[in-house]
């Protein structure tokens, strides 16, 4: 049983998104499309296996009418079915965040997630999306780096703070 497990279920995603990225590594940052304001928030987990138990249980559920996506009605107390069974079907194979289980857990859930991976990815400026994180960070905090995209190590506990907060403000 992971700690958010206990909390409850709106209790739970705000645990999580302010984890230390640190002591948590995998993560992924995700947004609630029918949400006012359109900001979205970073959760943090210590494997790969908690934060796709965190999706599972924690996705939420499209809004088009009283059935589960995968057509069965909602019962509130499980996650959906369809989502259940594309991470096992990944979870059998390899335990890796690809792209297309990230696509697949979207579709289901109609939950968009423009990043997953690891801190030390989001550090390094991985990807478009790691890259523009590390810059709104820079720029906020008046840095004048030779790499524009990249958290040097002096940085990494500013950074950490920054993703901590980053949608809850």
């Known amino acids: 049983m992971h700690e958010w497990e206990s909390v409850g279920a709106e209790l739970a995603p705000k645990m999580v998104s302010t984890r230390d990225p640190r002591v ?29 138990d965190f999706i599972t249980l924690h996705a939420p559920e499209p809004d ?27 979870n059998t194979k390899e335990n890796v965040l690809s792209p297309e289980l990230k696509a697949n857990i979207t579709v289901a ?21 790691c890259k523009s994180i590390v810059r709104v960070y820079l720029a906020a905090s008046g840095a004048s780096v030779n790499r524009p995209e990249v958290i040097d190590l002096d940085r990494i506990p500013g950074f950490a703070g920054m993703i901590m907060r980053f949608g809850l403000e």
Do not use: M
Not at 28 to 42: E, I, M, T
Not at 80 to 87: D, N, V
């Open 109 to 129: 859930t109609g939950w968009p997630i423009p990043w997953w991976g690891t801190f030390a990815d989001l550090c390094a400026g991985k990807d478009d999306f």
């Open 64 to 90: 088009d009418g009283d059935d589960c996506c995968c057509g069965e009605p909602h019962d509130g107390s499980e996650a959906c079915h369809r989502l259940k069974s594309i991470i096992e079907i990944v």
């Open 24 to 52: 948590f590594p995998w993560g992924f940052y995700a947004y609630d499309p029918n949400s006012a304001d359109g900001k979205g928030r970073f959760y943090w987990f210590t494997c790969i296996q908690e934060l796709l």
